[in-house]
């Protein structure tokens, strides 16, 4: 898992949603943006998300020059903003979006209640961000331990598991999800814990 | 212990931004007192995120084939010009370190929510145990407040045409259910009924999308007040 050392990658991408997202360089972009006020990293941001952006704002507002400005303050924030971004608490496609989705909700608000008092931040406050994973666990130590054995099953038994324990997905929605058949899900299943028992018990010994 | 959280639909609806800012807040706050619900809104979030930015991916592709039209909707925008209008500026954000505000009812001060801090309230107005105070967030016919009711004050019993989200800030009061604490997110709609009383007085978040509606005995004659109170 070389790549947890330079980002933490989002939950989703273990189990295959994003092949296509390039989130470690995501990541390093932002990094240098923040440290070195990078405008070819700034560059290479942009081209990735504003036409996303764009697509998304068009489906929330029905004006052009709207949507355009959602992409403009979204942008300028990622510029301003950009040393908040915490690697440690999520992905970048994760805090870029935090950005969008307050932007979006501040203008709305202006739009729809001719009101701009810009609460979006103190309802979704981006400094702090979200709780990291471990302060969501009870137990640090045993997630911790408990990641390094899932992180050693086999790819096939291991997407199987995250999915299931930590994205809470029905064994229907895996099956759908991988392309699978359910019975191969299920079979995937057992063997992984039968695994994960042996191991968890070894530990504890 | 908290024993009401928000639905996992009113959880997903506030990490994409669809709810007004009344419950947006709503759930904020029940998220500053409640691991387990943040742990799922960091979740969805990553989830959601990663979401919108894949299918868009995917979608764009086959829409640039598909749609001459929106493509040079698309292309009015001079990117690069905007990535040199925003990069000329230095300018970061500095964050200014937030400073706890206050709100008193009945002499006793209490911290105001993090997720209120920018938004108006009102002038507390008082009927018997009851005040609250309204909070200006201009969402038509949804009302937003805070309530508080002195020990031994209650809500004569009600039902509503809408939808009435009741979140503890401190206290706790009790209904027919049974009794609430500090961080339960009690949200009703027009099945229910209820009749909550705070032996020991409580402040409450209230959001209501209408007027409550008293149905027992003398208390009809309440019900100019249901709208006083939500
Ligand atoms: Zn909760």
Partial sequence: MQTNLLCKETNAKSIKMSDEIDHPQLCLWLKAVSENRNKQAFTHLFNFFAPKIIRIARSKFPNEAQANEVVQETMSNVWRKAHLFNQDKGAATTWVYTVMRNVTFDMLRKVKANKEDNLSDDIWPIAEGLVSDDDAYEDHLETENLKAVIDNLPESQREVVKGFYFMEMTQEQLAEKLNLPLGTIKSRLRLALAKLKVKLGENHD | ?230
Wanted: aromatic share 8%; glycine share 6%.
């Fill in chain 2, 1 to 230: 212990m908290i024993k009401h959280h928000p639905t996992f639909e009113l959880l997903q609806s506030f990490v994409n931004g669809d709810l007004p800012a009344s419950l947006s807040a709503g759930i904020a706050i029940h998220a500053d007192m409640c691991q387990e619900c943040q742990r799922q809104i960091s979740q969805l979030t990553d989830q959601i995120a990663e979401a919108n930015f894949e299918f868009e991916a995917n979608f764009l592709d086959r829409f640039i084939i598909d749609e001459e039209k929106d493509l040079d909707e698309i292309a009015t925008i001079d990117f690069d010009d905007m990535i040199a209008g925003i990069t000329a500026s230095d300018e970061i954000e500095v964050l200014k370190e937030k400073e706890d505000k206050f709100i008193s009812f009945n002499d006793t001060n209490y911290k105001l929510p993090d997720a209120l801090h920018n938004m108006v309230l009102g002038k507390p107005a008082q009927i018997g145990k009851l005040s609250r105070s309204r909070i200006q967030l201009d969402e038509d016919e949804i009302h937003s407040s805070l309530l508080h009711i002195k020990p031994g004050g209650g809500v004569p019993e009600h039902t509503h045409k809408g939808f009435e989200l009741t979140l503890l800030l401190d206290g706790s009061f009790e209904d027919e259910q049974g009794t609430y604490v500090k961080g339960d997110f009690i949200m009703l709609n027009s099945e229910h009924q209820h009749h909550p009383v705070s032996e020991h007085g409580c402040l409450c978040y209230t959001v209501a999308n209408d007027a409550l509606h008293f149905t027992k005995g003398i208390n009809k004659l309440l019900n100019p007040i249901g709208s006083f109170i939500y």
